[in-house]
């Protein structure tokens, strides 16, 4: 009981911000596995985006990740496939992540929402607060060691954060005691392939730290990017 109203209180924090946060990490205790979850939540109609939407699109990857990567919303591919991140962004990120030795599959990728705002339009304040609370739940079922934010709508939805995206990366930031890297949405770099040197350097700098603080992986060597 004293653990499930902790986590309660951690949750409000987050979602409120207010000023009795519980500066511990979120537990996972007593709480319904990712399937079990996603069966539970994947018909919501809290907003408006449920009348347009053609698949709920919670996440996906390894359900135990130590690595969570978190965007904004889906966009129309991912709208009809039902998964995050699997258009020409998702390739995008598929080789950022290789170029640090990872694979989609070995981490977890979601959404600050859960469906297709029209238009690819930016999300209402009311949209992502409705839908934070269902991230939050899988940040605590899946329990990442790290976390990185792609692109400044994510990184402002859940770190609660006006600052611009320049101001935010290259930082190391925390999402209840889980450190946090920020950077830019793959969908961004593709409309301005200039900033590839500056996400090249965030996600060196999320693989140092991943090997810091997890250490599983085999020794990796960054290469030149062009």
Not at 8 to 20: A, D, V
């Given at each position: 009981?004293?653990?499930s109203?902790e986590r309660?209180?951690?949750?409000?924090?987050?979602?409120?911000g207010t000023?009795?946060?519980?500066?511990?990490?979120?537990?996972?205790?007593n709480?319904?596995?990712?399937i079990?979850?996603?069966?539970?939540?994947?018909?919501?109609?809290?907003?408006?985006?449920?009348?347009?939407?053609?698949?709920?699109?919670f996440?996906?990857g390894?359900?135990?990740?130590?690595?969570?990567?978190?965007?904004e919303?889906?966009?129309?591919?991912?709208?009809?496939?039902?998964?995050?991140?699997?258009?020409?962004?998702?390739?995008?990120?598929?080789?950022?992540?290789?170029?640090?030795?990872f694979?989609?599959?070995?981490?977890?990728?979601?959404?600050?929402?859960k469906?297709?705002?029209?238009?690819?339009?930016?999300?209402?304040p009311?949209?992502?607060?409705?839908?934070?609370?269902?991230?939050?739940q899988?940040?605590?079922?899946?329990?990442?060691?790290?976390?990185?934010?792609?692109?400044?709508?994510?990184?402002?939805?859940?770190?609660?954060?006006a600052?611009?995206?320049?101001?935010?990366?290259?930082?190391?930031?925390?999402f209840?005691?889980?450190?946090?890297?920020?950077?830019?949405?793959?969908?961004?770099?593709?409309?301005?392939?200039?900033?590839?040197p500056?996400?090249?350097?965030?996600?060196?700098?999320?693989?140092?730290?991943?090997?810091?603080?997890?250490?599983?992986?085999?020794?990796?060597?960054?290469?030149?990017?062009?």
């Amino acid at each position: 009981m004293i653990e499930s109203t902790e986590r309660y209180f951690l949750q409000q924090q987050e979602i409120l911000g207010t000023e009795w946060y519980l500066n511990r990490p979120i537990v996972s205790e007593n709480v319904p596995d990712l399937i079990e979850y996603r069966r539970s939540i994947q018909q919501c109609q809290k907003c408006i985006l449920s009348q347009t939407r053609t698949r709920f699109v919670f996440g996906t990857g390894n359900p135990k990740a130590n690595l969570m990567l978190i965007g904004e919303a889906p966009g129309e591919d991912e709208d009809i496939k039902g998964e995050p991140f699997v258009g020409k962004a998702g390739q995008l990120l598929d080789r950022i992540l290789a170029a640090i030795g990872f694979d989609r599959h070995e981490v977890y990728i979601a959404n600050i929402l859960k469906c297709r705002p029209p238009k690819n339009r930016d999300p209402l304040p009311e949209e992502m607060a409705l839908c934070l609370t269902y991230l939050i739940q899988q940040i605590v079922l899946v329990q990442p060691k790290l976390i990185l934010l792609l692109g400044r709508i994510a990184a402002h939805a859940l770190l609660k954060s006006a600052s611009s995206l320049s101001q935010m990366r290259g930082k190391v930031h925390r999402f209840s005691g889980i450190p946090v890297v920020v950077t830019f949405h793959p969908a961004a770099l593709l409309r301005n392939p200039q900033w590839k040197p500056q996400t090249w350097e965030d996600v060196q700098m999320l693989r140092r730290m991943y090997d810091e603080i997890v250490g599983d992986k085999s020794p990796w060597t960054p290469k030149k990017r062009n």
